[in-house]
C-alpha cells in the first residue's frame, strides 16, 4: 500500500505532505518502542526480585513444615504424657483408697477394744465416741468386714452389740437422773443421745424433762 502511494504521487507537495505522514508514523512507532522497552525494564526488574524471593520462599514453606512436624510431634507427647498423668493419678487415688479402707478397718478394731473398757469403768462418753466412730464409718467398709471371717467381722459384731447395749443405758441413766433430779447427770446422759444418733430422741426426752420442771415451778 506505501508502495503505490509513492508511485501516485505527481507533485511535490503531494510528497512532502507523504514524508510528514511518514515522519509522525516514525515519532509514534518509536514512542511505543520506547514504552515496551521501559516495560520491559520493569518486568527484567520484577523477574529478578522474584527470582531472589523464590529461594527465601522455599526455606520459609521447609521451615513452616518443620515447625509443623514439631507441633504434631508436641501434640503427640503432650497426649502421652496427659494419658500417664491420668494413669499415675488413677493409681494414687486407688492407694489413697487402700490405705483409707486399712486405716478404717484398722479403726474398727481399735474402737472394740476402746469400747468394751469405757463400758467397764462406765465411762460413757468414751464409750458412744467408739461407737460414733463405728457408726459414721463408710458402708462399704462395715460391710467388707462382715463378709470377713477373720478379727474385722468379729470386730463388726461387737461393735453392734456395745452399741445395743450403750443405748440400752444411756436411755435408763437418763430416766433415773429425772426421776431422781440429778440435773448434772440429765444433762451427761443427754449429750450422749446424739452420739448414738438418736438426735431427735434425746431433743424429744429432754424437752419433755425441761416441761416437767418449768410446771413444777408454777406450782
Not at 503505490?4 to 512532502?16: C, G, K, Q
Not at 465411762?123 to 463378709?147: F, G, K, M, N
Amino acid at each position: 500500500t506505501e508502495g503505490r502511494d509513492v508511485m501516485s504521487l505527481t507533485s511535490l507537495d503531494e510528497i512532502e505532505k507523504f514524508f510528514a505522514r511518514l515522519e509522525k508514523n516514525e515519532r509514534t512507532l518509536a514512542v511505543e518502542l520506547q514504552s515496551l522497552m521501559d516495560k520491559k525494564s520493569q518486568v527484567d526488574a520484577q523477574m529478578g526480585s522474584l527470582q531472589r524471593i523464590v529461594p527465601n520462599l522455599a526455606v520459609v514453606a521447609d521451615d513452616a513444615q518443620k515447625l509443623a512436624d514439631s507441633v504434631a510431634n508436641t501434640c503427640r507427647l503432650a497426649d502421652g504424657v496427659g494419658g500417664k498423668v491420668r494413669q499415675l493419678d488413677l493409681a494414687k487415688s486407688r492407694v489413697q483408697d487402700a490405705i483409707q479402707r486399712a486405716n478404717d478397718i484398722m479403726d474398727l478394731r481399735n474402737c472394740v477394744e476402746g469400747v468394751e473398757t469405757a463400758l467397764k469403768e462406765e465411762r460413757y462418753e468414751q464409750a458412744a465416741a467408739h461407737v460414733h466412730r463405728y457408726l459414721t464409718l463408710d458402708q462399704s467398709i462395715l460391710d467388707e468386714a462382715t463378709s470377713d471371717t477373720g478379727g474385722a467381722a468379729s470386730a463388726t459384731k461387737l461393735l453392734s452389740e456395745a452399741e445395743r447395749q450403750l443405748k440400752e443405758i444411756v436411755y435408763k441413766k437418763f430416766e433415773a437422773a429425772v426421776e431422781s433430779g440429778n440435773v448434772s447427770q440429765v444433762e451427761r446422759f443427754f449429750k450422749i443421745f446424739p452420739l448414738l444418733k438418736l438426735h431427735e430422741e434425746g431433743l424429744r426426752k429432754f424437752g419433755k424433762y425441761l416441761c416437767s420442771q418449768v410446771g413444777s415451778l408454777s406450782l
